[in-house]
């Protein structure tokens, strides 16, 4: 039995988890609370196996609080609305990082690895402390997003990313050196998450990065360098040609 304590500060969210929790078996949820002071006692507390950990508390961090406990010997599961946060996740060898609003299929992928994970907790917890700098949004790893695929956790740069093609629910991601990622989230998602001075809505089913754009043809559609033909939709025309009339 894994020994869980629970830190976030919206009580709403952390007794939605806590009822979550409950439904699976090898996991006992043996605390939780909402503020990094509260959360150094806690965890010192209680020794937990694992512990599903908000990076914003307040004023202070998830970041902030690693880097302040003296040791420790527990698997990190970071919650975060804000998926910039989650390259800090990776970089701090979390085991898995869940966003807001967080869903019980993900919360069940997330617990699956548990048992598997063999980082050393040590690890976690020294690069925290070498990478708490990075914590907030707006810093230098901006120029990147962390996409989930049932194989991990992937970084991948937005200069990499040449356009974003949705279906469904899945969006597929087409990316340099002929990659392409499969994610299980809606293409709206990553119309708010990635830049727009970078990205275009072109269509619907397109976001592209214009970086790539070779021209605009009045048929409806942009050609790109790679030789990809990506529709213009007739909504969307006007905010095209204005967008790649005036960028520099």
Known sequence: MKRVVIIEDEPLIRNDIEKMMSRYEGFEVVGSCGSTARA?????????????????LGKSTAFDLLGALPAIDFQIIFITAHSQYAINAIKCG???YLLKPI???ELKLALDKVSGYKNPAANQQAVAIAQRRFSAPGTASDDRI???TQEGLHI???KDIIFCQSDGCYTTFCLSGNRKLVISKPLKVY????PRQLFLRTHQSYIVNTQFID?????????????????????????????LTNRD
Not at 191 to 194: A, K
Not at 230 to 241: F, L, Q, T
């Open 215 to 243: 021209r605009y043809h009045k048929d409806g559609h942009v050609l790109l360098r790679t030789g990809a033909v990506i529709p213009v939709s007739v909504r969307k025309k006007d905010a095209v040609v204005n967008f």
């Open 156 to 158: 991948i740069l937005f």
């Open 191 to 194: 119309d708010e998450q990635l």
């Open 94 to 96: 979390a085991l898995d």
């Open 40 to 56: 150094d006692v806690l965890l010192q507390n209680l020794q937990p196996d694992l512990v599903l950990l908000d990076v914003q």
């Open 146 to 148: 962390v996409l989930r």
């Open 103 to 105: 869903s019980e299929p």
